[in-house]
């Protein structure tokens, strides 16, 4: 099994427990939302030190400009994506925030290249656009206000600002250490915010099911799909690794199938199918960070 083959698998699991993690999620609809996300990251980041320390992996302390890109890291993808998706589902359907997050394989093939020193590939490109399409299918569309499209576009920002700001972090810090200094910065966040709007005694409202979601978050979603993830970026490249972003509503889908016992629609099966066809425009028969056809 070649080291190219191995990062999609692990770029392909992380957006699998992503995915999955949509029904857990809602679990925690009524819970207070800052003080679980803040738990949430801690936990993550006491679970990712851990394991740096266990497998001997060293963390970096940032320097200079690092700071900015960590920061931008935790801002964009951790901290407003998830404030994004509760305000935004206020003004518009799950499916138009979800179409935000589906968009994003086209941003990461366009902008990730750059950021690595090379041109886009137009055959990723093309890969990207089949693989958003479909996405956009598995999801379905609905309704939004402006105030709700406002919110999409800035899911898809920070979604996109997640892989993109760590590019240039990933080869002196590496997946774990990225996702360390990310985790606790947005752990930080979360904090002050919690104590500044739920107050201090906000986590004794947990109950048992909502810390068993919170723990799924920050171990599964957290600090495994981080390290997966960017070890795949740091691999194939941002703009490869973005076509794996489609397999999250696959994942999404078929998680809702045990919990609503219905099998998926037509779209999902569709959707899914045009996501297959661009994972193999975009991955079979190619390079390793090169992004050429070989």
Not at 122 to 151: K, P, Q, T
Not at 211 to 228: D, E, H, M, R
């Amino acid at each position: 099994m070649s080291s190219t083959f191995r990062a999609g698998i692990a770029g392909a699991l992380g957006m699998t427990f992503v995915g999955g993690s949509v029904a857990v999620s809602g679990v925690l609809t009524d819970a207070p939302l800052h003080t679980a996300q803040a738990l949430r990251y801690a936990v993550a980041c006491a679970l990712l030190v851990a394991w740096a320390r266990a497998t001997g992996r060293p963390l970096h302390r940032p320097r200079g400009t690092e700071w900015l890109w960590l920061t931008g890291v935790a801002v964009s993808g951790l901290v407003v994506f998830n404030l994004a998706l509760v305000h935004g589902s206020r003004h518009a359907e799950p499916a138009v925030l979800a179409v935000g997050v589906a968009c994003v394989p086209v941003a990461l093939a366009a902008i990730g290249p750059l950021l690595e020193g090379r041109g886009p590939a137009a055959r990723v490109l093309a890969a990207a656009v089949v693989v958003s399409a479909g996405a956009v299918v598995v999801e379905g569309f609905g309704r939004a206000d402006a105030v709700g499209l406002a919110w999409a576009v800035t899911v898809l920002v920070c979604e996109a600002g997640f892989t993109l700001l760590a590019v240039p972090l990933l080869s002196r810090h590496g997946p774990v250490g990225v996702s360390v200094h990310a985790t606790w910065i947005a752990a930080a966040m979360f904090a002050v915010l919690a104590l500044g709007l739920e107050g201090g005694t906000a986590a004794t409202t947990f109950e048992l099911l909502d810390l068993l979601a919170i723990g799924y978050l920050a171990v599964g979603v957290t600090a495994v799909a981080f390290v997966l993830w960017y070890s795949c970026v740091q691999r194939i490249g941002s703009g490869r690794a973005g076509l794996l972003t489609g397999i999250a509503p696959v994942a999404a889908a078929s998680v809702g199938v045990p919990v609503t016992g219905a099998m998926p629609g037509h779209a999902v099966w569709v959707g899914t199918a045009l996501i297959a066809v661009g994972l193999a425009i975009g991955l079979v028969g190619m390079d390793t960070v090169s992004g050429f056809a070989r």
